[in-house]
Nanobody, 121 residues
């Protein structure tokens, strides 16, 4: 299984950040897998942003849920993150990753390489 993030590397404050994760080697609709977005700001730890399940159900971080949406395109085996009203503090490396059946956010088994997004003020 391979995951690849894509999207702009630079976004202006107040705009919407949109990132896509393209998955190969496995379907995002396969039962009981969850597809996640995580970020790591410079010098800080990992932060879970949210997930979309095999069923299409979505789960969001309470601290970010007012600004985020996660959707999917099953025909292209992709899922997308939208983060609205970005601020410089949203600058981070953004990752997509998979949770296999029976595991939680600590058990992600496949990760993308990550993409750096910088929010300019």
């Amino acid at each position: 299984v391979q995951l690849q993030e894509s999207g702009p590397g630079l976004v202006k404050s107040s705009q919407t950040l949109s990132l896509t994760c393209t998955v190969s080697g496995g379907s995002i609709t396969t039962n009981y897998y969850y597809w996640n977005w995580i970020r790591q700001p410079p010098g800080k730890g990992l932060e879970w942003i949210g997930a979309i399940a095999y069923s299409g159900s979505t789960y969001y971080s309470p601290t970010l849920k007012s600004r985020i949406s996660i959707s999917r395109d099953t025909s292209n085996n992709q899922f997308t993150l939208q983060l609205r009203s970005v601020i410089p503090e949203d600058t981070a490396v953004y990752y997509c990753a998979r949770i296999p059946p029976g595991y939680s956010t600590t058990g992600m088994d496949y990760w993308g390489k990550g993409t750096l997004v910088t929010v300019s003020s």
